[in-house]
């Protein structure tokens, strides 16, 4: 079990996702994240990610609920913390790890995403909270079943 960030900074009706060029989740098109370090707490880690992978200095961060990824499992392959930023330094550019592009909030690449993107993602960038839970096949190759809790 691992526990990763995402975050999704945004600037008017624009939502900085990346494309990854490696890792897990690679050829899709994402939030900016990764997997938090040991003692390393969850607000540390989503900036020292996004500085990572496509340089911005996130300068102020809005926490915006958790997922939960089962693989076949009863307990909770992988955590991911999601946070959304008005407030960053910087533009964006690429790494070794991700290209970043712009995208309108209503035209995201829903076909070049994870399967669960296009269920949580609209609530989240609507300003709203979420709690979610995907059950995967082992391999992640397909999304079976959710569960999705909408905070205000
Ligand atoms: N949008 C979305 N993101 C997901 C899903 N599953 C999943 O792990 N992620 C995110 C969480 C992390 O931000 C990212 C995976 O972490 P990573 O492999 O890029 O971690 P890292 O940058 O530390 O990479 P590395 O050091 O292991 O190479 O993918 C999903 O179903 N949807």
């Known amino acids: 079990m691992w526990t990763a960030t995402l975050c999704y ?4 009706s624009e939502v900085l996702l990346i494309y990854k060029r490696r890792g897990f989740g690679a050829g899709k098109y994402n939030g900016v994240g990764g997997k938090i370090e040991p003692n390393e707490d969850m607000w540390t880690g989503v900036k020292r990610e996004v ?12 926490y915006k609920g958790v997922l939960e990824f089962y693989a076949e499992e009863d307990v909770p392959d992988i955590i991911v913390h999601v946070f959304t930023s008005t407030r960053f330094r910087g533009d964006p550019k690429p790494s070794e790890e991700a290209i970043p592009q712009w995208f309108k909030i209503d035209k ?3 076909d070049l995403m994870w399967e669960d993107d296009k269920i949580w993602l609209p609530h989240v ?6 709690y979610g839970r995907f ?16 905070y205000q």
């Not at 500085?51 to 809005?62: A, I, R």
């Not at 960038?125 to 979420?130: D, N, P, Q, S, V």
């Open 135 to 150: 059950w995967f096949k082992k391999d992640y190759s397909k999304m079976l079943s959710y569960k999705l809790d909408v």
């Open 108 to 110: 995201l690449p829903f």
């Open 125 to 130: 960038l609507a300003g709203k909270t979420i």
């Open 9 to 12: 900074p945004m600037r008017g």
């Open 51 to 62: 500085k990572e992978e496509v340089g911005l200095e996130l300068l102020q961060v809005t």
